[in-house]
C-alpha cells in the first residue's frame, strides 16, 4: 500500500512537472495552460456524457431485474476517468482519455472481473469464478481461499430456503 501511495503523491507529480517544463519549453507559457484548461474541459465533458448513458444502462438493467455489474465497474472508471482528467498535467490526461475509450474500459473491466470475489454475507460463504468459467462455493472457514472447492449448480427460478446460524 506504501508503495501505491508513494507512486501516487511523489513519482506521478514529479513527471507531470518534467512533462509540463518541457511542453511549456516547445509551445510557451500561455498555449500549455490553453491545452491543460482545454483537456479538463474537455474531459469533464465527455465524462458527464458517458456517465448519464451509463446510469441509464444501470437503470435499465435493474429495472429488469439484472445486476448491473459491468456497468457498475465502468462507472468506476469513468469517475476515475474524470479524476484524471480534471487533474492538471498530460499523462494524466492521456491516461483519463484513454478510459474514455469504451474497448480500453472493456478490456479492463474483463481483467478487474477476473479477479473479483464475491462474499456471501449471510451463507458464511463466498463464491468465486474459477479460470475455467466455473463457480465455486467454498465453506464457510476462516479464509475462503483454503477451504475445499464445491462447483455450484445454477438454477433458474427456483427458491431455496433453509436457516443458517452465525458462528463468529
Not at 510557451?28 to 482545454?38: C, D, E, N, Q, R
Not at 482528467?85 to 474497448?103: A, H, N
Request: avoid cysteine; charged fraction near 15%.
Amino acid at each position: 500500500m506504501f508503495q501505491v501511495l508513494f507512486v501516487l503523491f511523489i513519482i506521478i507529480p514529479i513527471i507531470e512537472i518534467a512533462v509540463l517544463i518541457q511542453v511549456g519549453e516547445l509551445l510557451g507559457l500561455w498555449p500549455t495552460i490553453a491545452i491543460v484548461i482545454a483537456s479538463a474541459w474537455l474531459g469533464a465533458k465527455y465524462v458527464r456524457q458517458q456517465g448519464l448513458a451509463t446510469m441509464q444502462s444501470v437503470q435499465a438493467k435493474m429495472a429488469q431485474g439484472e445486476m448491473p455489474s459491468s456497468e457498475i465497474v465502468t462507472g468506476l472508471m469513468l469517475l476515475v476517468a474524470g479524476v484524471l482528467l480534471v487533474t492538471p498535467g498530460f499523462v494524466t490526461d492521456v491516461l483519463g482519455l484513454s478510459l474514455l475509450i469504451p474497448g480500453v474500459r472493456q478490456f479492463i473491466a474483463s481483467a478487474v472481473q477476473k479477479h473479483i470475489i464475491v462474499n456471501q454475507v449471510a451463507g458464511g460463504a463466498a463464491f468465486h469464478q474459477g479460470g475455467s468459467g466455473n463457480v465455486y462455493q467454498h465453506e464457510a472457514q476462516d479464509s475462503p481461499f483454503t477451504a475445499e472447492r464445491k462447483p455450484v449448480s445454477h438454477h433458474q427460478g427456483e427458491t431455496l430456503e433453509g436457516d443458517f446460524e452465525r458462528k463468529d
